[in-house]
């Protein structure tokens, strides 16, 4: 990460901005957010009442189905998914409604999402860039996304920590730059994706005001006060927009230096569409299942990959395993010299 950010923290510190920041964060942060979303997105996030600041993109995502997801309720998201989404959900009483997506282009199935929908259904959770398998959805996704949850009013989560790191000229396609979705929906960031520093768990919600105040009832009680030093540190940073907007150019080439290193190997693959993960299949290699070959991996060639079945709670297994390229370029160097030996 950029040293810099150190500094501001440092300098803030120091500059005795170390009591409580206000329940939803600090305003110059939070002005500063609105500021970028609408020049990113071209929604305009009233700062006061529609943007929080969370202690990172998890504790977000829970205080938003805390607050807004009750007993009984339904609730459709998509596997494979990110791990904190069903926990949060099932700790309300409420049900989740998986839709599997399907190797290797993992693209929604709006007709399955449809059939899905009961009247107890309550939300959709979307991830895009969508971890563990980079794929983006697109201005079709959005659009159907959109004629469905205003035909069967329902509130969207979006999960957009990736938001920068969309590849090969794509844009990223965020609720924000769908007015009508944009007013049914909870958007989180977390910026340890932006930034390189997941270590420091900060992140933020945009959403219409009446269901922030909602997200506040619960975030007041929860966490109340985010990291103060932290977020006037961020503002400082933020306000050149450079900071965030160069994160693409760099994993970018990462994916790519992976990715040449990787040609000829046995392992197929198709270049991840956003996020910092590569999809690697090995089923040229090896019929173990995922999780067994992930760990011989470790074992024997000391180098480790995420099996995608962990990610599916019916444990689809289509062998192919998440590499992380957010490294340093010599490190994915000698990570793809050893999958060359495999
Ligand atoms: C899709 C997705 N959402 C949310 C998060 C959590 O973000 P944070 O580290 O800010 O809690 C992650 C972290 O891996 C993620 O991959």
């Known amino acids: 990460m950029d040293h810099r950010l150190c500094d501001l923290v440092h300098e803030q510190m120091r500059a005795n901005r170390n009591q409580y920041a206000p329940m939803p964060g600090v305003p110059e942060l939070r002005a500063l957010l609105a500021k970028k979303m609408e020049a990113a997105y071209g929604y305009h996030y009233d700062s006061d009442s529609e943007i929080t600041i969370t202690a990172g993109g ?62 107890r259904t309550r939300m959709v959770i979307i991830n895009s860039p969508h971890n563990p398998t980079g794929m983006c959805m697109t201005a079709e996704d959005m659009h159907e996304l959109q004629i ?77 006060s985010v ?15 450079a900071t965030y907007s160069g994160i693409l150019e760099m994993y970018e080439a990462k994916r790519d230096i992976f990715n040449h290193a990787l040609q000829g190997s046995r392992f197929g693959l198709k270049p991840a569409a956003g996020t910092y993960f590569q999809l690697l299949d090995y089923s040229a290699i090896s019929n173990e299942n995922d999780i067994d070959f992930a760990k011989r991996l470790t074992r024997e060639y000391k180098i480790t990959g995420i099996p995608c079945s962990v990610f599916f709670p019916d444990l689809q297994d289509d062998k192919v395993l998440r590499f992380c390229f957010a490294k340093e370029n010599d490190e994915l160097l000698r990570a793809a010299e050893i999958l060359q030996s495999i």
């Open 227 to 241: 990291n103060t030093p932290v977020q006037y540190a961020l503002a400082d940073y933020m306000s050149d927009a």
């Open 148 to 224: 469905i949850a205003e035909e069967y009013d329902l509130l969207v989560l979006s999960d957009e920590v990736y938001e920068h790191i969309v590849f090969d000229g794509g844009r990223h396609e965020s609720v924000a730059r769908y007015p009508q979705l944009a007013k049914r929906s909870l958007v989180v960031y977390s910026f340890g994706k932006t930034f390189h520093n997941t270590g420091w768990k900060m992140g933020y919600v945009c959403a219409p005001a009446e269901l922030t105040t909602e997200v506040r009832k619960v975030h007041q009680y929860n966490v109340f």
């Open 58 to 119: 998890t504790q977000a995502i829970f205080t938003i189905i805390t607050a807004l997801v009750h007993p009984g309720d339904e609730v459709i998201t998509f596997a494979p998914a990110y791990d904190c989404y069903a926990p949060a959900v099932e700790l309300q009483g409420a049900t989740m409604k998986w839709i599997n997506l399907n190797y290797p282009d993992y693209r929604v199935d709006w007709t399955a999402v449809r059939n899905q929908i009961t009247p």
